[in-house]
């Protein structure tokens, strides 16, 4: 099974700040690789599939970039509404078990 | 506008059954791959299964720790998902979640995401 690792697991920032989120792949899943952002009781929403493809209505200060077994997830500045859980998820498995990291909690400095 | 609601979620006892229902509107039913997605109180995401649509033949398959306990079906004349859960653990606690496997096409490759989501419905297993 493909293991999906997130660093870091929690992330102190500000409003206007540039973030980085990096996941890891245990073996290469080429670009299958999407991102998913989780709000407080809601559930999650999808922001980037094919490790770098916005999707549609996702503001453009999100980004993803990587391919192989090293993902980012880039947020260009902060706003007040991007401080949620961030998860990536390998689509190269099928079925995809194990798919999700353990997720990467972004709060408030 | 696709919407996908959640029901039948409540507290169950342990070695107990429930089955989720999830109804989808806005979609081309009987061609989506639905999968079941849940997260434990305080915790991840954790894939449960999936079902592909008709046209790929309405396969399934579970994640490890459900297979034999859990099954997933369709109801396409009813715009419905289901999920059976059998012999349930204390550990099936859990947000239920039903999703729809969406795919994307990428210059001439083929990528899937959870692309929509229902609000989700809660299952306690507990004595």
């Known amino acids: 099974d493909i293991q999906m690792t997130q660093s870091p697991s929690s992330l102190s920032a500000s409003v206007g700040d540039r973030v980085t989120i990096t996941c890891r792949a245990s073996?290469?899943?080429?670009?299958?690789l999407n991102w998913y952002q989780q709000k407080p009781g809601k559930a999650p929403n999808l922001l980037i599939y094919?490790?770098?493809s916005l999707q549609s209505g996702v503001p453009s200060r999100f980004s993803g970039s990587g391919s192989g077994t090293d993902f980012t997830l880039t947020i260009s500045s902060l706003q007040p509404e991007d401080f949620a859980t961030y998860y990536c998820?390998?689509?190269?498995?099928?079925?995809?078990?194990?798919?999700f990291g353990q997720g990467t909690k972004l709060e408030i400095k | 506008e696709v919407q996908l609601v959640e029901s039948g979620g409540g507290l169950v006892k342990p070695g107990g059954s429930l089955r989720l229902s999830c109804a989808a509107s806005?979609?081309?039913?009987?061609?989506?791959?639905m999968s079941w997605v849940r997260q434990a109180p305080g915790k991840g995401l954790e894939w449960v299964g999936r079902?592909?649509?008709?046209?790929?033949?309405?396969?399934?398959d579970y994640a490890a720790a459900v297979k034999g306990r859990f099954t997933i079906s369709r109801d396409d004349s009813k715009n419905t998902l289901y999920l059976q859960m059998n012999s349930l653990k204390t550990e099936d606690t859990a947000l239920y979640y039903c999703?729809?496997?969406?795919?994307?096409?990428?210059?001439?490759?083929?990528?899937?995401?959870?692309?929509?989501w229902g609000q989700g419905t809660m299952v306690t297993v507990s004595s």
């Open positions: 999703t729809v496997v969406g795919i994307f096409t990428v210059t001439t490759s083929f990528f899937t995401a959870f692309y929509i």
């Open positions: 806005g979609i081309t039913f009987t061609k989506a791959w």
């Open positions: 079902i592909k649509g008709e046209t790929d033949g309405g396969t399934t």
């Open positions: 073996q290469s899943i080429s670009n299958y």
């Open positions: 094919a490790a770098s």
């Open positions: 998820q390998q689509s190269y498995s099928s079925p995809p078990e194990n798919t």
